[in-house]
């Protein structure tokens, strides 16, 4: 069983600068995917980033291209999300999730196990 935690949310005022982390544990195979979701009350989840460990491939959601980064640490089993040029619309709770298999998209339905959140809101 894959436990996820996230952590790095926060309050911060627009064009500032966020890094939420999510640390990977109990999984037995050597890389995953993990990616990122965010949801806004009344809102569909939605896409941000994922990552394949294994062989660094990364894909974006449009909306976060050139603003948002997703990295990996193998050694620490983490994943992180660095996301500067903060807008109020990237307000949200964001989720981590994680997947044997990296397909490169974000379809939430990919993804088996998920994390329990951390707020990000963004003030104009």
């Known amino acids: 069983q894959v436990q996820l935690v996230e952590s790095g949310g926060g309050s911060v005022q627009a064009g500032g600068s966020l890094r939420l982390s999510c640390a990977a544990s109990?999984?037995?195979?050597?890389?995953?995917?993990m990616g990122w979701f965010r949801q806004a009350p009344g809102s569909d989840r939605e896409g941000v980033a994922v990552?394949?460990?294994?062989?660094?491939?990364?894909y974006y959601a449009d909306s976060v291209k050139g603003r948002f980064t997703i990295s990996q640490d193998n050694a620490e089993n983490t994943v992180y999300l660095q996301m500067n040029s903060l807008k109020p619309e990237d307000s949200a709770m964001y989720y981590c999730?994680?997947?044997?298999?990296?397909?490169?998209?974000?379809?939430?339905?990919?993804?088996?196990?998920w994390g329990q959140g951390t707020q990000v809101t963004v003030s104009s």
């Open positions: 999730a994680a997947n044997r298999w990296y397909r490169g998209r974000l379809t939430a339905s990919d993804f088996n196990y």
């Open positions: 109990g999984y037995t195979y050597r890389y995953i995917s």
């Open positions: 990552i394949n460990t294994g062989g660094g491939s990364t």
